[in-house]
T-cell receptor, first 115, second 114 residues
């Protein structure tokens, strides 16, 4: 069953702690993305990666870090430097591979609450 | 239609009516557009896409219209059903080397009353 998995679905952390959100895909997609969504808002791009061992900052990268050591995995770390980390985090992937007009497929999301 | 701000636009319709959701985009270089549907607590799902060399594309019960002159995109849903209730986002891709990189609109809340 192909798709994108994110774990856990709900995550609670104390203020000042770093936390890592998992994202795995078995679609053989080259590109992966992390978005943040706040209540009543659209999706804002945090980081994206078009190929293994390479990634670029999105519009709101401050306070976040990522790695892309494997094609299938793109974990996101929310650091203590992120001022307002409570949000719904969405991971996505797309074929990319130099092919234009490719849609992004989304995971089910992780709701992070920092207490 | 979609707008900048803290409150999402809303559209309420009766079951069986046709729905039209609008989106204004800002980048005249954008050449690919997608509509996504997001149900509460879930990730967005692809509905339909359109390339800039087209002005209309039809799917099952959905039609997307693109007006590049005024940078406007719309999603029409025929015979709207309660299961269509969700937030709808338009997304644009500006092409170039980041083929998959999308910029999302604010979203519109669609509520379908039985």
């Amino acid at each position: 069953d192909g798709g994108i998995t994110q774990s856990p679905k709900y995550l609670f952390r104390k203020e000042g702690q770093n936390v890592t959100l998992s994202c795995e895909q078995n679609l053989n997609h080259d590109a992966m993305y992390w978005y943040r969504q706040d209540p009543g808002q659209g999706l804002r791009l945090i980081y994206y990666s078009q190929i293994v061992n390479d990634f670029q900052k999105g519009d709101i990268a401050e306070g976040y870090s990522v790695s892309r050591e494997k094609k299938e995995s793109f974990p996101l770390t929310v650091t203590s430097a992120q001022k307002n980390p409570t949000a719904f985090y969405l991971c996505a992937s797309s074929i990319d591979r130099g092919i234009p007009y490719n849609e992004q497929f989304f995971g089910p999301g992780t709701r992070l609450t920092v207490l | 239609g979609e707008s900048v701000g803290l409150h999402l636009p809303t559209l309420s319709v009766q079951e069986g009516d046709n729905s039209i959701i609008n989106c204004a985009y800002s980048n005249s270089a954008s050449d690919y557009f997608i509509w996504y549907k997001q149900e509460s607590g879930k990730g967005p799902q692809f509905i339909i896409d359109i390339r800039s060399n087209m002005d209309k594309r039809q799917g099952q019960r959905v039609t997307v219209l693109l007006n590049k002159t005024v940078k406007h995109l719309s999603l029409q849903i025929a015979a709207t059903q309660p299961g269509d209730s969700a937030v709808y986002f338009c997304a644009e891709n500006a092409g170039g080397t980041s083929y998959g990189k999308l910029t999302f609109g604010q979203g519109t809340i669609l509520t379908v009353h039985p």
